[in-house]
């Protein structure tokens, strides 16, 4: 059964920070592209950050570039999001997802989500 647990969110003033966590079970982690994904409230889920397999190449969002930090630990099958400068506007539940792309098709799953405020 995989399992993509989603830990660290809550509330955050404005300019604050949080370390949201994602541990992953029953895939094999390594073979995976890890990604943050958020919604907020009336609004698409988005891309917030991904990292490749290795996590050799991460990439970001616009929005939370030189603000949030994406890094795995392979060994510990856990993902990482460190989000500093929090504002208002990231505001939303976030979403750990992995992706296998196998040869003519993939394998995606989602965790459950957490919520993260940011408000004074």
């Known amino acids: 059964q995989v399992q993509l647990v989603e830990s660290g969110g809550g509330l955050v003033q404005p300019g604050g920070s949080l370390r949201l966590s994602c541990a992953a079970s029953?895939?094999?982690?390594?073979?995976?592209?890890m990604s943050w994904y958020r919604q907020a409230p009336g609004k698409e889920r988005e891309l917030v950050a991904g990292?490749?397999?290795?996590?050799?190449?991460?990439n970001y969002a616009d929005s939370v570039k030189g603000r949030f930090t994406f890094s795995r630990d392979n060994t510990k099958n856990t993902v990482y999001l460190q989000m500093n400068s929090l504002k208002p506007e990231d505001t939303a539940v976030y979403y750990c997802?992995?992706?296998?792309?196998?040869?003519?098709?993939?394998?995606?799953?989602w965790g459950q989500g957490t919520q993260v405020t940011v408000s004074s």
């Open positions: 029953g895939i094999t982690f390594s073979s995976n592209a």
């Open positions: 990292v490749t397999r290795t996590g050799g190449s991460t």
């Open positions: 997802h992995a992706l296998r792309v196998l040869t003519g098709t993939q394998l995606s799953y």
